[in-house]
Structure formats: C-alpha cells, structure tokens
C-alpha cells in the first residue's frame, strides 16, 4: 500500500523554501556566475573566466589586491578580538545567573538581551557619543583627550565594544536554556565529593553544552567574517583605512561612487564565502573531535 501524500507539511514549509530559493539561492548562484565576469550592473556581464581571481590573489601591483589583503587582514583582527569574548563573556553570565543565590534573574537576562534588539545604526550612534571627545562620557567624567575613531588601537577598541555589547545577549539565552537542562543533582554530588568551582564547570557544565558552544562558536565566527555596520558607522574605516573590513570594500567596488566594478566584488564575495566555509568546517570538526 503507497502511504497518502499530506499536504500540511507543505503548507508550513513550502512558503520558507521558496523565500530561500528566491533571496538567498539564487542570488548566491548568480553572485557566483558574476564573480567570473566583468560586470557594471548596468550592461550585460563580460565572461572573463578566472581573471577577477588571478587579480585578487596574485597580481600584487594591483589595486584589487592590495584592497583584498587589507580587508581580510583588517576582518581576521575583529574576528580575533570579538569571538572570543562573545563566547567566554555570555558563557560567565549564563553560569553566574544559573547560581541559586542570584535574584531577578529574568530582568537582568532581559536588560542584558535588549542591546541586541537594537539596531546597529542606532547602537552606533550611542556609543559614538560615548566616546565623543567633547560630548561623551570618557571626556567629560574620566577627562581623556584620545580621540577614539582617529587613533590606533582606541578604533579597535570602540568597535568591539559596540559588538560585545550587542551581542552578548543572544549568546546568553542560548546557554541558559542549555544550562536550565543540567541535572542540579550533578553538581550536588560533585560539590560533595569536594569538587570545587572550577572542576564543575569544567567537568560538568561544558560537556552538558557542547554542542550549543560548538554552535554559538560557529555561527558567531561566520557571522564576525560578515562584519560590516561597526566599523562603518564608528570609524568609516579609519584611521589609514585600519579597520575597512573586506564587506567595506566589497561594497565600495559594487555600489560606491562611480562605475561600479561587480564582477570583481562578486570574486571577492565569493573568496570570503570560501573562508568561512572552510574555518567553520575546521571549528566543527576540531571541537566535535575534542568533545568526544
């Protein structure tokens, strides 16, 4: 007997799968096609083949390369400086608020959360008064001179902090729900048998959310290589375009002023895509292997 085909399923995943087809698929697929062609987004795309490559990765006279080198550069620092503490910083505050002892832990979970409800823009925006010279708190109230934006390693600095403070929040929820599933009786015999803080954590609370860290891990490593609005918004890319991400310059070669250049910001596109592909896969590979 053939089993009868049901249309609810459909129903709950049909209108899904054809946004994704439309905006994500597709675009990927032609972005792909144009990374190959030499392309103004105006006239028909001029197949090139490997060219836009060559140029990237090797022609080192060469503009596009020198803009590649430097982005990339300029998004391994924030991938360096930002992971690490949006992983370490909501892991603490998720263990701190799962503490018997913490009261009003739903409000301060939720004044923690709300930052990243917050759009990047308006984020900015704050924090750019902040550490206004003449307007903002570390001038007025601390009295320092540094203008941040402007100087080396204070630009670094403003950007992380936009993103840790918006970003710490989602991280947070995660591992709480993760936590909230711990059998409390573990750490009862465990805290028993004389074992202190530390050996807990490390030998009950990690192995009890392995696999939310090797998500929020990955997920939030590919989504530091997309970096784009912080540095934007704080810094415009300054000091000597110190921190212009590769998604700055992508952006610049396909809509910024002149004629556009998007076959060769497709390539570089697709280059990017490419490294976030493979570190992740090494993310999840080393620390599912490391967990086992």
Known sequence: ?????????????GPHLILFIIFILLPTIYGIYASFTQWNLIGDPVWVGLDNYRTILFDTSSTFHNQFTNGMWNTFIFVILSV???????????????????????????????PGLISISAAALIWALIFNKQLGITGNVFGSETVWAANQPYAWIIIVVLTIWGGVGGNMIIYRASLSGV?????????????????????????????PLIYTFVMTTAGAFNVFGQPLMMTKGGPQEGTTVLMMYIRRLAF????????????????????????????YYVMNRNAN
Request: hydrophobic share 55%.
């Open 183 to 211: 059998a409390k009786d573990l750490y009862e015999s465990a805290e028993m048998d004389g074992a202190g803080a530390i050996r807990r954590f490390t030998s009950i609370t990690i192995p009890s959310i392995r696999f």
């Open 84 to 114: 690490p503490l949006l992983i370490v910083i909501p892991l603490m505050i998720a263990v701190a608020l799962e503490h018997k002892g913490v009261k009003g832990k739903s409000l301060i979970q939720s004044i923690i959360y709300i």
């Open 1 to 13: 007997m053939t089993k009868r085909f049901k249309l609810a399923p459909v129903f709950f995943v």
């Open 256 to 283: 910024g002023s002149g004629e556009s250049i998007a076959g060769m910001a497709s390539a570089m596109a697709v280059l990017l895509g490419l490294v976030i592909l493979v570190i992740s896969a090494l993310q």
